[in-house]
């Protein structure tokens, strides 16, 4: 049996959420082989958060300030990897790669566009460490969606379960991966997920989230607005098929009560994922949910009573469910680096197999 090199890999993740900076540290081969070692959040100074969501949603940048808040988020990921050094114990010359995502702006494969902030060779020089990073260009180029990326560090992680599994991703945006029991995949962003409610919460209460549902638990659907939304095309759009964060926003809600508001978002999230099992090939036989939305009770416990499968977090699986991302692109980090496909035509919609990223190698004359 052929033994492949093991990496020592950070994964960076900043995520639509804009709470902080998920760093996690991993060892794999690239394939099936999958280590967890430690990981860290790191929440955003208050000022480089409302700065960085003061450039969601845009395209260019003219007057240079993006470029500004580009070498604070991207200094801010530097302070992440040296947290997490030195909670594992480990120093920068342990570490192979980083793989550093970025923080998506904008998202349109359909105008053949994303871009994710993020400076990877100024990462390498503040590091020492080489980085892959813009792991989503080359699959919108070749004609993919560019997301979801995950869904084969999702496989490599499950193994041969021998079931039909749904591993599902409550972020800003809810995606899913479909897992078929003799190795079939697909995947697809299924709707909002958090940041609608999210966005609801901040200008209602001033607070990031709705923290265990318990605005959303005092408020009522209101069915009218909810169908609106549905009503959308991009849920009957047969996938793979992906969104920006900005697809939508609140102003169907503005008639609404805090509560009331907080209740037909998140019931909007649990509608649009039950509506994505229209589009698997079999129904799953178990969900796993991970990302920050499997801390919602609401959202929970509403998913339990409208999925016909048993719903569990991937924690139960021995996952760490907040670092899972982050995780995930170290791995692509080094499947990038080794050139392996970082997306398939069943996870992006792409006609092929895509490699993808760009690689900052340290120069040592540079520290």
């Known amino acids: 049996m052929e033994h492949k090199k093991v990496y020592t890999a950070i994964g960076l993740m900043s995520g639509t959420s804009l709470d902080g900076i998920d760093a996690a540290l991993i060892k794999t081969d690239g394939y099936n082989h999958v280590e967890y070692i430690e990981s860290v959040l790191i929440p955003y100074e208050d000022e480089l958060r409302e700065s960085l969501r003061g450039c969601l949603g845009k395209k260019e940048d003219p007057d240079g300030r993006i470029g500004m808040i580009e070498i604070a988020m991207t200094r801010a990921h530097a302070a992440a990897v040296d947290w997490l050094l030195g909670k594992a114990g480990y120093h920068p010359q342990d570490i192979d790669l980083i793989g550093f995502h970025g923080q998506t702006l904008f998202h349109d494969p359909a105008a053949g566009f994303t871009w994710q902030l993020g400076n990877g060779a100024m990462l390498a020089r503040l590091t020492g460490i ?6 989503r260009s080359a699959d919108v180029a070749a004609g993919g969606q560019g997301a979801p990326l995950l869904p084969l560090y999702h496989q490599a992680r499950l193994g041969k379960s021998g079931q039909i599994v749904a591993i599902l991703n409550i972020g800003g945006v809810a995606n899913v991966t479909w897992l078929g029991a003799n190795g079939a995949i697909l995947a697809f962003d299924t709707g909002p997920g958090n940041a609608l409610l999210d966005d609801w919460v901040k200008k209602h209460l ?6 265990n549902g318990m605005l959303a638990r005092q408020g009522n659907v209101h069915q009218n607005i909810l169908e609106l939304y549905l ?17 939508w926003d609140t102003g169907h809600c503005q008639t609404l009560s805090a509560a009331d508001g907080a209740a037909t978002l ?3 999230t649990i509608q649009t994922i039950k509506k994505a099992q229209e589009h698997f090939p079999a129904q799953p036989e178990i969900w796993y949910v991970t990302g920050g939305g499997r801390h919602n009770p ?17 924690d139960t699986l021995g996952w760490n469910g907040d670092s899972l991302e982050a995780e995930g692109f ?8 080794l050139r392996l496909p970082l997306s398939l035509p069943s996870t992006t919609g792409g006609k092929n197999p895509v490699t993808g990223g760009r690689f900052h190698k340290v120069h040592w004359e540079d520290l």
Request: zero cysteines; aromatic letters at 10%.
């Open 298 to 314: 609401v959202l929970m416990d509403r998913l339990a009573k409208m999925l016909n499968a048993p719903v569990e977090t991937v």
């Open 206 to 211: 001033n607070r990031p989230f709705d923290e």
């Open 330 to 337: 170290a791995y692509l980090a080094v499947r990038s680096f």
């Open 266 to 268: 998140s019931e909007l």
């Open 231 to 247: 009503a959308h095309p991009y849920f009957s759009k047969i996938p793979p098929k992906s969104l920006d964060r900005d697809y």
């Open 130 to 135: 080489n980085v892959i990073n813009d792991m």
